[in-house]
């Protein structure tokens, strides 16, 4: 919340909720840890290698063919700035989330019980 950023966590066991996340772990997968001994003792340096050649060299279709470099870049003009976020985030009608999902839902659900 010091951050203005949103929490929003996702039920278990559910790709479907988080394919972004879930299809940037198939790609290292199938394109990094495949591809390396996990017992180099250069694993992080080779790892730091693959981070810089994903996100500057290689396209991603889901960006239209463009690097994470190039498309941040070009939509950078139209991200807003640190004041206009907090000058638009209303702390109040944040509450603060659990991150064990079950947990939260039935936070949520006791506090909707104690307004009404």
């Known amino acids: 919340m010091d951050y203005c ?42 790892l730091s290698q693959w981070q810089f050649h994903y996100n500057y060299f290689r396209p ?14 070009e939509h950078s003009a139209s991200a807003p700035f640190w004041d206009q976020i907090e000058a638009l985030y209303e702390e109040t009608k944040e509450r603060i989330r659990e991150q064990a999902y079950w947990r939260d839902l039935r936070m949520a659900k006791l506090a909707r019980k104690t307004k009404t």
């Open 60 to 73: 991603h279709s889901s960006l239209g063919g463009k690097t994470p470099i190039e498309f941040a870049s």
């Open 5 to 46: 950023i949103k929490f929003r966590p996702i039920k278990p066991r559910s790709p479907h909720l988080n394919g972004k996340v879930e299809r940037s772990q198939q790609t290292d997968l199938q394109e990094f840890y495949s591809t390396v001994d996990l017992r180099d003792p250069e694993l992080d340096d080779k």
